[in-house]
């Protein structure tokens, strides 16, 4: 079992950074791949971006790629996720999740272990 927990979320204005944390539960974290999800009023939940469970190699969906960082600190059970030039358009939940696989797949089906999901509220 692993329980996620998200922080980090809140109301920025446009232009602005956040950095969201996501703490998981458990001794074998480094064993998960993690992802990164979110939810916008009415939309479906799509993928962000995700990191393997070394930290390696990272994966961001397209419409988001060169605004966002994602990394892992294993000796701390935490993944982040650095949102830069943040839009409107932005405004969601966002989530993480944990998958016992090597590489983040970007279909939510895919996660076992999700967390409670944290808001972003980027103004204009």
């Known amino acids: 079992q692993v329980q996620l927990v998200e922080s980090g979320g809140g109301l920025v204005q446009a232009g602005g950074s956040l950095r969201l944390s996501c703490a998981a539960s458990g001794r074998t974290f480094s064993s998960y791949c993690m992802a990164w999800f979110r939810q916008a009023p009415g939309k479906e939940r799509e993928f962000v971006g995700g990191?393997?469970?070394?930290?390696?190699?990272?994966y961001y969906a397209e419409s988001m790629k060169g605004r966002l960082t994602i990394s892992r600190d294993n000796a701390k059970n935490t993944v982040y996720l650095q949102m830069n030039s943040l839009k409107p358009e932005d405004t969601a939940i966002y989530y993480c999740?944990?998958?016992?696989?090597?590489?983040?797949?970007?279909?939510?089906?895919?996660?076992?272990?999700w967390g409670q999901g944290t808001q972003v509220t980027v103004s204009s």
């Open positions: 999740a944990a998958d016992l696989a090597l590489v983040p797949k970007s279909s939510e089906g895919a996660y076992d272990y």
């Open positions: 990191v393997t469970g070394t930290g390696g190699i990272t």
